[in-house]
């Protein structure tokens, strides 16, 4: 039951089948988006856990086969979000950093907030952990600078502390590092890239995942498929992909959009 090309495999099965049967340090990225536990209360995939120990038991399975698979140089991103219902992801993340090293805590400034709360502020932001197996893995921050606007960089260049402009000047045409900050705006109403998953994340968003925690030609992994938002976005930038959905609908929509893409 698989999609199957030179450059990408897509299998309709659940994560903890599928990642046992995958070879070990095989993949050199992992992003993994998975159910927040009772977030979409409408979505039986969010509410399969009888109590928040039972979920964290679970996400602990599948992050022991992911680390199994990811590659001695790779990084593993997961997505989770805090709040009043959703503070489970606290207990992950204390557990998944003794599983694995810490690497980065990524606050993803989703730039439109969620449904007011009258007695808490209006949650805005989703955390994306980032784990890795060594000491040095393999991070290329240059890969996704942010441009300076030309009014920013007539300023710099205007700074007398820089002696060499000319290194300058390669500097503000290069752009700005990113920071552990994230704003890039969610899929929100009749954004042109929604494609009828309640939890599809932005392609922008991911692309900055794969471009600076991978190189064309290597393995990306998304056990928690979706709305195939990480097989896009890999293979448009030149990755080989392989991931897993259980669910057959979604399996559907993911094939008309590599079909299109």
């Not at 680390?67 to 593993?76: I, M, Y």
């Not at 692309?207 to 990306?220: A, D, M, P």
């Amino acid at each position: 039951m698989c999609q199957c090309s030179s450059k990408y495999l897509i299998n309709i099965e659940d994560c903890l089948t599928w990642l046992p049967q995958q070879k070990s340090s095989s993949f050199q990225l992992i992003v993994a988006d998975p159910p927040y536990f009772q977030v979409q209360l409408k979505e039986k995939w969010d509410n399969a856990w009888v109590n928040e120990a039972a979920y964290v038991k679970w996400m602990m399975s599948w992050l022991r086969e992911a680390k199994r698979v990811l590659h001695s140089t790779g990084l593993l991103y997961l997505f989770g979000q805090l709040g009043k219902r959703e503070n489970v992801f606290l207990q992950v993340m204390a557990q998944a950093t003794k599983l694995f090293q810490f690497h980065d805590l990524i606050i993803w400034d989703r730039a439109v907030g969620y449904n007011e709360r009258r007695d808490s502020f209006t949650p805005q932001y989703e955390m994306i952990l980032v784990l890795r197996k060594s000491e040095k893995p393999y991070f290329n921050k240059s890969a996704v600078r942010e441009p300076y606007d030309e009014a920013t960089k007539q300023i710099y260049l205007k700074d007398k502390r820089y002696k060499d402009l000319r290194k300058r000047k390669f500097h503000l045409e290069q752009g700005k590092f990113a920071t552990n900050l994230w704003r890039i705006p969610s899929l929100k109403g009749a954004s042109k890239e929604k494609v009828g998953h309640p939890t599809q994340k932005p392609l922008a968003l991911i692309e900055r995942i794969i471009l600076s925690s991978s190189r064309k030609g290597e393995w990306v992994c998304d056990p928690f498929l979706g709305s195939g938002t990480t097989a896009v976005a890999a293979l448009k930038h030149g990755r080989a992909f392989a991931g897993c959905e259980r669910d057959a609908n979604y399996i559907k929509l993911i094939r008309k959009r590599l079909q299109k893409s």
